[in-house]
């Protein structure tokens, strides 16, 4: 709990930088729209859509990319529920916090850690893909960042434990 809370002090600084951007209109918004696709929304229709786009055997990255989902989901859970660390908007009144975060706790970055998850098992089976969603799954990483709702080792950690879990899959 120290070291969370040593990492929280120093990551601050970091937070207010990226939050800057939060306060231009056009920054917000595009920030946001990100945020609000990388909920789920842009990977359950893409993963609808492969088997349309590429065929029935595609039916089988799409298959792959939810189990990989549904993997990541209680190694979330379990540590949003042990590491309970506050948000940085709660810590700072300077970070302007003006789109609703999904739950209390930031650590690790869901949306980071689903992105990463998803890209990496996507362009495994279909690297034409890596265009679209590798850019998408760093806007995802910095949208949490901009909007003030994860700090730097938020992200970097979803994103690790989203490849580690991706890459394992892959493996076996």
């Known amino acids: 709990m120290r070291m969370m809370q040593r990492m929280t002090e120093v990551e601050l600084p970091l937070c207010l930088i990226f939050n800057r951007a939060n306060r231009q209109w056009l920054t917000h918004r595009v920030f946001a729209v990100v945020s609000r696709l990388g909920n789920g929304v842009f990977w359950y229709v893409l993963m609808l859509a492969l088997p349309i786009i590429h065929g029935l055997w595609a039916l089988q990255v799409s298959l792959h990319m939810a189990l990989v989902g549904l993997l990541c989901l209680p190694i979330y859970r379990i540590l949003k529920q042990t590491t309970v660390r506050e948000r940085p908007y709660t810590q700072n009144r300077d970070i302007l916090q003006n789109v609703p975060a999904l739950d209390r706790f930031s650590f690790p970055s869901g949306h980071t850690m ?40 938020d992200v970097l950690a979803g994103a690790m434990i989203g490849a580690l879990v991706a890459c394992t899959s892959l493996m076996l």
Do not use: K, Q
């Open 114 to 153: 689903h992105g990463v998850a998803f890209t990496i098992i996507l362009v495994a089976y279909l690297p034409a893909w890596a265009w679209l969603v590798i850019p998408f799954m760093v806007m995802i990483a910095l949208s949490r960042l901009v909007l003030g709702l994860h700090y730097p080792s």
